[in-house]
Each structure stands twice: as C-alpha cells, then as structure tokens.
C-alpha cells in the first residue's frame, strides 16, 4: 500500500465509522434491539415568544378593525353608498382589541409599561371614522389631518 492510499484509509474509516455512529443516534432497547430516535423537537415557549405571537395576531387584528371603521364611516358618509351599519359594533372591536394588546404588553412588562403603550396607542387610531368620512366628502385637509392619527 503507498502512502496516499494510506493517508486516505487512515481518514476515511474512522469517517465513516462517526457518520454510520451519528446516523443510528437513539437509544436501543435491550429486550427487543429495536432503535429509537429521541424526541427532538425545539421550543420557543418563553414569555417573549408568547408576546410576539399575541402581538402579531392582535395587530393584524387591529389592522382589519381599524380598516372596517374608515370603511363603514366613508360609506356612511357617501350619497347613495350603505347605511354604514356596524359602524359603533366596528369602533367598540377596534376599542376591545387596543385594550388586549395592552394587556399583552402588561403581561411581560408590567403595568407601567402597559400605560406607556396604552398612551402612545390609543391616539393613532383615534380618527379612523373621521379619515373615512374625509375622503368619501374629498375633504383633502381633512383627510390628511385625520390620517395622521389613525
């Protein structure tokens, strides 16, 4: 044997020895020989994780809340376009879902922080009626204006 095919063989058994090891990871049971893989999956269960989810959806949330006030407001203010129906139903979801998100935020960060965001929160979708009935009357300086706090 030469010395490449030397170097080669001295590397690739105890190689493969350590890849076939790795491939059959488990435990084997002794009255049966049958293998089995250990339960491996990971977990992400910590209290920020479970804020971020509940953020996540209650924003989304939020999002179609806030959508559906400007909506119904601007057809309720349209010559001609529906009633508006559902607006106060609308507005009250939209008031419910900014109080869970402060209480999300109070659950890992405490009741101080949960007023911080409450302040801060509660004013930008303040408008969200007064925005869709800006642009269904195509009052341009009203639209704008209602728009920064929603």
Known sequence: MNWKQAK???VAVPLSAVLLASAGIGTV????GNTQVPEMAPTVETPAA???SDLSNLLSTHFIYQSEVALLSYHEAKEGGPT???LAEAQEELEIN???LTEAVKSVYGQEAADAFDKIFDTQYEDSAGYGAAVASGDQEKSIKSKKTC
Not at 29 to 32: E, K, V
């Open 98 to 100: 900014g109080e869970q």
């Open 84 to 86: 508006g129906e559902g």
């Open 50 to 52: 479970q804020l971020r």
């Open 8 to 10: 080669k063989t001295v």
């Open 29 to 32: 049971s002794a009255s049966t």
